[in-house]
């Protein structure tokens, strides 16, 4: 039972690079999560999807873009790596996002970043 | 907007003896969830507990306990007998039901320690 898996674990890039997250669970959730965590500043939603199809920005969106054509996977792209946007990104999804079951928000492990 | 503060960046407990670690948040809502996450140094993001702001009741889970208070809009964690792998940062997180897209609003995060 895998969960949430993001790839890869750890990347370092250079300024003005671009490349992609990805995110994949297994368990048939229609809402997934793109948050990145600085030190002192939480976890901070960068996008976010409803269902295979549709994203939507969240609460730090500049600099990303997102994709979500199947609804296992949910993609973070980084199009001009800034070093701004050296963080730890975490991949999250949920089965809801009302009221049913109470439904929390699952995990992936991570992925360390480092724009130099 | 809803924001969530955890004003104590660290805190440290003794082996077996009990902490809790403040949340405040700001909201306007009167229904909505609250979530303590832990972080251990693996990074993962594990829920410890979960609130949902109509039960009066104090959600427990063995030795982790919250005081909700919802006038003052306070949402606390107690841990009892604290174990050596209680040693992580807990983040304090709200989601709203009023948009239907289970967005997380997190707090700074606690690094709490347990000493020997």
């Known amino acids: 039972n895998a969960g949430v898996t993001q790839t890869p674990k750890f990347r370092v890039l250079k300024t003005g690079q671009s490349m992609t997250l990805l995110c994949a669970q297994d368990m048939n959730h229609e809402y997934m999560y793109w948050y990145r965590q600085d030190p002192g500043m939480g976890l901070r939603l960068i996008h976010y999807?409803?269902?295979?199809?549709?994203?939507a920005k969240g609460e730090v969106p500049d600099g990303y873009n997102v994709s979500r054509l199947k609804k296992q996977n949910f993609l973070l792209g980084l199009e001009s790596a800034a070093p701004s946007q050296t963080s730890v990104y975490f991949c999250?999804?949920?089965?809801?996002?009302?009221?049913?079951?109470?439904?929390?928000?699952?995990f992936g492990d991570g992925t360390r970043l480092s724009i130099l | 907007a809803q924001t969530v503060t955890q004003s104590q960046p660290e805190m440290s407990v003794q082996e077996a003896e009990t902490v809790t670690l403040s949340c405040t948040y700001d909201?306007?809502?009167?229904?909505?969830?609250l979530f303590w996450y832990k972080q251990p140094p693996s990074r993962q993001m594990i829920l410890v507990i979960r609130q949902e702001a109509y039960k009066q009741q104090n959600a427990t889970e063995n030795r982790f306990s919250v005081n909700f208070q919802k006038a003052a809009k306070s949402f606390s964690l107690k841990i009892s007998d604290s174990q050596l792998g209680d040693a992580a940062m807990y983040f304090c997180?709200?989601?709203?039901?009023?948009?239907?897209?289970?967005?997380?609003?997190f707090g700074q995060g606690t690094t709490l320690q347990v000493k020997p």
């Open positions: 999807s409803v269902g295979e199809g549709t994203t």
């Open positions: 909201t306007s809502e009167s229904d909505y969830y």
């Open positions: 999250a999804s949920s089965y809801t996002g009302g009221r049913v079951g109470n439904q929390p928000q699952h």
């Open positions: 997180a709200y989601r709203t039901l009023s948009s239907n897209t289970g967005k997380l609003i």
